[in-house]
């Protein structure tokens, strides 16, 4: 990663996230949660809540 990035991510808000994915079943205790979001900005990974809006499951490769 480069350092541009990572000063990017000390200052980011994360305002901008999609849901990588829903986990359910044993990805929800492998990940030790029910869902990824990713900040577009910066490429963090956030752990979140179960988004109904989605209809992805356990496709953790779905990162853009
Ligand atoms: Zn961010």
Redesign the pocket.
């Known amino acids: 990663m480069s350092l541009i990035k990572i000063f990017?991510?000390l200052f980011?808000?994360?305002?901008?996230q999609y849901t990588v994915t829903n986990f359910y079943g044993d990805a929800i205790n492998y990940f030790n949660c029910r869902s990824w979001r990713e900040?577009e900005?910066?490429?963090?990974i956030i752990e979140g809540g179960l988004d109904k809006n989605c209809d992805r499951v356990n496709q953790w490769w779905y990162i853009k």
């Open positions: 990017k991510r980011c808000k994360h305002k901008n900040c900005d910066c490429g963090k």
